[in-house]
């Protein structure tokens, strides 16, 4: 977990490793130097460990550090319940605090924005794409929209889901980027300007 850097003027949690890459190739087509910026992007290791990284960026900081966030929306009731606002409306109180929610999570949204054909141009890009064309044909998949074929392919190989979302990102038109991750990076810049 570490402790809260000098520089540093606003933390960013995400759930895992895959989420910091995405935000920051997002970040970096934004032109946005969060580093720069005094924004520490740090993997949580999963959404439960959310009260725990509170707490010790809590106990850490002097003064009020702003925490901002990444979850998924299925875990909206956790998120809500730990940062401390009410379960009606929460989506829009958590974004008010600068926690964003991905629909599904995140491999999902990055999906969603750029579409099978560019996520398939990305496979094909990383030397996955005769991957993808068999795990296509598995039984278990063959009456699987390509959507969820793509989401389910995103975790099949080590190492595979890190780089997923970012391959797909360094392909995406400006105008498609996903929202959460876009209003996530633009929200860390304006708080550590502050």
Known sequence: MGAVGIACRTV????GASDRLALA????????DLPAAGVDVRSMD??????QHLAVLQAG?????PVLGLYDANEVGYVA????????GAFAELEALG???CVRDLEDEVI????????????????????FRVFQGQPAQRARPIEA?????????SGRKARFAVDIIDLLPDDRMPRPLVALVETAMRTSAR
């Open 12 to 15: 960013v949690l995400v759930e």
């Open 25 to 32: 190739a997002v970040a970096a087509r934004l032109g946005a």
């Open 46 to 51: 999963g959404i439960t460990n959310l009260r």
């Open 61 to 65: 900081a002097a003064g009020e550090l």
């Open 81 to 88: 319940h730990t940062v401390g606002v009410g379960a009606s």
């Open 99 to 101: 926690f964003y929610a």
């Open 112 to 131: 969603r924005a750029a579409g099978p054909d560019l996520v398939e141009q990305a496979l094909h890009a990383a030397g996955d794409l005769s991957r």
């Open 149 to 157: 074929q793509l989401h389910r392919f995103a975790g099949t190989a």
